[in-house]
């Protein structure tokens, strides 16, 4: 058994022993962003796109800064939406200091060009800086929602000195269109799990789609390779390249998730009701 795999086990049990919210660990994910997610790895230009049925998610960024991706933008993402939840607030601090507040994300801070620290400074400034449109299209009707994350974001920290309290605080201001989504009908998480998973951005998108899709199915469905990859995959030249890391990532998700109830088959994914990982009466803040 590798290190990796025994500590999703061994968080897994933890997981078991104790609810979310007994655990101080429940958290939420915005629909929008687990309906159709981010890129995993960098990509070419400043747009992208993910598709999920009759639902697009595109993602614009300015040329000069390019498009979020990877772990940390969705860390960010799980952040926010817990918090704004929780405070039923625009307006979110975040802390003191740099290093407090990558504890929240449960990273380490460290220095030099790809230290962590330079690492979500730059995610940070990719994912503030975009531009969100959400498409549903219904036959002849469609409606389109435009949107960013933030208004404004304000980071004051010195990356030299990341314990040590800024001269201003450091903010973020949601915008009211991504507010009324986050509070709206969050899609509650185990920060726990999110913590488990973080080295990977598709194991991570896997577990918030999974409890999503069981918080309203009510009967098994088959999701089609092409589709999960719709949703879900990135920068992958062939589906079969695809379905390999996804089948990957869905045995880590799987420890930690053990409820979800899902069959592997040679066309698709069958996705059977399943509790989800948050029981619907302990998912209130």
């Known amino acids: 058994m ?3 795999v025994e500590r999703l086990i061994n968080d897994a049990l933890a997981m078991e022993r104790e609810s979310a919210l007994e655990a101080g660990a429940l958290g939420f994910m915005a629909r929008a ?4 997610t981010l890129p995993h790895k960098q990509v070419a230009g400043n747009e992208f796109e993910r598709r999920n049925g009759n639902y697009s998610l595109s993602i614009m960024a300015p040329s000069s800064i390019g498009l979020p991706y990877g772990t940390i933008p969705r860390l960010l993402l799980a952040w926010l939406t817990t918090e704004a939840v929780k405070t039923k607030s625009r307006e979110l601090e975040l802390g003191d200091s740099l290093s407090g507040f990558m504890a929240e994300l449960d990273m380490m801070p460290t220095g030099g060009r790809w230290g962590s620290i330079t690492r979500l400074k730059d995610q940070s ?3 503030f800086a975009s531009s969100i449109t959400a498409v549903y299209e219904n036959g002849p009707g469609f409606a389109v929602i435009n949107q960013a994350v933030a208004d404004r974001a304000q980071f004051w920290w010195d990356n030299k000195h990341p314990e040590q309290a800024g001269l201003w605080k450091s903010t973020v201001t949601l915008s009211e269109n991504f ?3 986050v509070i709206d009908r969050p ?3 185990d920060m726990r799990a999110i913590r488990a998973l973080k080295k990977s951005p ?4 896997i577990y918030s789609w999974l409890t999503y ?8 469905t088959v999701v089609s390779w092409a589709g999960v990859a719709m949703m879900l995959g990135s920068s992958y030249a062939e589906l079969r390249d695809f379905k390999k890391s996804f089948l990957n990532e869905l045995r880590k998700v799987l420890l930690v998730y053990p409820n979800a109830n899902v069959e592997v088959l040679p066309d698709g994914l069958r996705i059977k ?3 989800t990982h948050i029981p619907a009466n302990k998912s209130k803040p």
């Not at 962003?33 to 159709?36: E, F």
């Open 125 to 127: 400034r990719r994912l």
């Open 213 to 220: 899709r069981m918080s309203y199915l009510t009967s098994p």
């Open 202 to 205: 598709l194991a991570l998108d």
């Open 179 to 181: 507010f009324n989504e």
């Open 2 to 4: 590798t290190p990796s």
């Open 187 to 189: 899609v509650p998480i």
């Open 33 to 36: 962003m687990v309906q159709a």
């Open 273 to 275: 009701p399943s509790l």
